[in-house]
């Protein structure tokens, strides 16, 4: 299939695209400029991505640049993983904002795309949204960020049903992963590298952490689904279902075999539940039917943080 996907050059994006293109799928990406022009952990990504799609650079969601693409293009699904995500842990982010830039111009691109081969639609959603995964009640959004995740889909959906578009929505939980933003694994590594005790503040949140690479396979497998599909979907697939406190071990247990490292952990008695305590995908997913194996992707991030540190060979 001949795939347009927004949002490529994040970590998400990056493993999205790889997987798609692996799959034997037509990859176009626009970006907002070219890959050298990025920086960092985002210029890694966008050279992958460039490896194995088509860059589109110099052009956003709805602008005139993308109006243009689709225009003269035809695409058999529309993966719409793009958000605004700037200070997205921020109660000042700016939900309104946010979403006028996830949605501009959405009902022209639609129909501009709907008018030829068009078969669906997949948005990328979060956990974290209002009303998304299971947890404690009520189920509210965790940040504006999360609102404005909600919104957007509302925003797709409503366009889509008008239109005629099957939708599919993925909903992401926790993925970590090689070329991830300095998050939680890379802190735990990070102070471990250095020889000291890693603390955990918040143990006893119950969340959902999952491979990205396991996690961009069934998104493959949810876009292709959707191709054919005759009816609109949501999935969310379940990852390591554990507390932040278990999620910790688990890693620090796999880190140490791999690296030698001591991998210490000090769980804190927790004080700050300014989250949710529960939340979590429900989809149960088949590992082996995607084709992957958990070993290998804890070697390979292994060895991602083996060259990310200067670590020797265990």
Request: proline share 4%; net charge neutral.
């Amino acid at each position: 299939m001949k795939i347009l996907l927004t949002g490529a050059s994040s970590f998400s994006g990056m493993w999205i695209a790889e997987k798609l293109a692996a799959a034997g799928h037509e990859v176009v990406a626009p970006l907002r400029s070219a890959p050298a022009a990025y920086d960092g952990l985002r210029g890694i990504r966008a050279a992958r991505v460039a490896a194995v799609a088509e860059i589109v650079p110099g052009i956003s969601f709805g602008d005139d640049g993308f109006i243009g693409l689709v225009k003269g293009r035809d695409f058999d699904v529309l993966v719409h993983h793009a958000a605004r995500v700037t200070d997205y842990r921020s109660l000042d982010f700016d939900v309104t904002g946010a979403v006028a830039d996830n949605t501009h111009r959405l009902r022209q691109v639609l129909e501009v795309m709907s008018g030829r081969s068009l078969k669906a639609v997949v948005a990328t959603g979060s956990v974290f949204e209002n009303d998304a995964g299971a947890g404690n009640e009520p189920r509210e959004a965790f940040s504006p960020y999360g609102l404005s995740k909600a919104l957007t889909y509302q925003m797709i959906r409503f366009w889509c049903g008008r239109l005629g578009i099957r939708l599919g929505k993925f909903m992401i939980a926790n993925p970590f992963g090689p070329y991830e933003e300095p998050r939680f694994c890379n802190y735990l590594l990070k102070t471990w590298v250095k020889g000291d005790v890693a603390g955990v503040n918040t143990p006893r949140y119950l969340r959902d952490n999952i491979h990205v690479d396991l996690m961009a396979l069934a998104y493959t497998d949810f876009v292709e689904t959707m191709a054919s599909s005759q009816v609109d979907r949501i999935y969310g697939p379940m990852g390591y279902v554990e507390t932040q406190g278990a999620f910790a071990e688990r890693f620090a247990a796999r880190m140490r075999e791999r690296l030698g490292l001591a991998c210490g952990l000090s769980l804190a008695e927790q004080t700050d539940f300014s989250e949710p305590l529960a939340r979590v995908n429900t989809c149960h997913i088949d590992p082996a039917a995607l084709g992957w194996s958990e070993s290998l992707a804890w070697d390979g991030l292994a060895a991602y943080y083996r060259e990310q540190f200067g670590l020797a060979a265990n």
